[in-house]
């Protein structure tokens, strides 16, 4: 099991990480979902000993990664494909893995196998391996010593939609024997397919959590993403109308249309500082949920009017 505590990293005046907290239980998969720079690869980062925490802390299996006897045999890690040395074959990866944790040379032969590297791709050199390619040998170092524990960013990256399946057949048949699995990734069709559960973060908060079911429940109606400067004020204003309401980011996600929150505001003399009305799937919720940090340049983009140059 996974378990983030009031995890905090920040590099003097910019927080890539603020005050998160989660828990990645075994047999689920959960999918870690985020735009491009909202704090996913950090969180892993301080998972695997790669980055100090600033505050807060992570544990996997009740120990902190670097107080881990043989950490391969226990957390498989995939955080970036192209740091495998270029210069190795893809078998020489795999030896030198397996000589480290102290496993049988036939292991290396069955994770050659269970990523169809055959013998002729496991001994060219990973400088001339597509990406496809260094995804799956990735893959392979991560499960090489059995571990109970997964964490892959962006492990789909440079797979064609046929690696894609396999990758979701492998990911899935792993959490239903008891493992634990943490997978990030900035695309939400790519995880929502496999995914048990699901943490979306922008600009490293966790803005929404939950299964599939709750999120697209959720995600179903009419609904509103409001912001208070006084939260406890508009969550007492809430109440006494009886407006259930579900805390979203910096602030929540309300049953009601924004009008009446925005009349309920007025009247109490609340400042609401967000106010906009959530509809749509779980595409659109995960979106509003995160649009203050996608790029600004690409909302000016004109639509497309033609064929292709």
Known sequence: MIKVEGLTRDYGNFVA??????????GTVTGFLGPNGAGKTTTMRVMVGLTPA????????????????????????????SAQHAGRTGREVLTLGARTMGLPMSRVEEML??????????????RNYSLGMRQRLGIAHALLGDPS????????????????RWMRGLLKGYADRG???????????????????MLLIGR??????????????????????????????????LD????????????FRVDAQPVDVGRLSVEKSIVLTDLRPVEGGLEDLFL????????????????????PL
């Open 240 to 251: 006494e109308r009886g407006i259930s309401h579900t805390p979203v980011g910096l602030g």
């Open 17 to 26: 990480v603020d005050d998160i907290s989660f828990t990645c239980k075994p």
């Open 54 to 81: 600033t505050r807060g802390e992570v544990t996997i299996g009740g120990l902190h990664f670097h107080d881990i006897p043989n950490p391969g045999r226990h957390v498989g890690v995939l955080l970036d494909a």
């Open 204 to 237: 490293g908060k966790i803005v929404a959590r939950g299964t599939k079911a709750e999120l697209l429940a959720g995600a179903g109606g009419a609904g509103t993403l409001v912001v208070a400067e006084d939260n406890d004020r508009l969550v007492a204003a």
């Open 113 to 126: 196998a269970l990523v169809a590297l055959d013998d002729t791709e496991s001994r060219r050199r990973v």
């Open 149 to 164: 524990v997964l964490i892959l960013d962006e492990p789909a990256n440079g797979l064609d939609p046929a690696g894609i």
């Open 288 to 307: 509003e949920l995160t649009s203050d940090t996608q790029r600004d340049d690409l909302a000016h983009l004109p639509a497309p009017t033609g064929a």
């Open 179 to 197: 493992g634990t699995v943490l997978l990030s990734s900035h695309l939400l069709n790519e995880v929502e397919q496999i995914a048990d559960e």
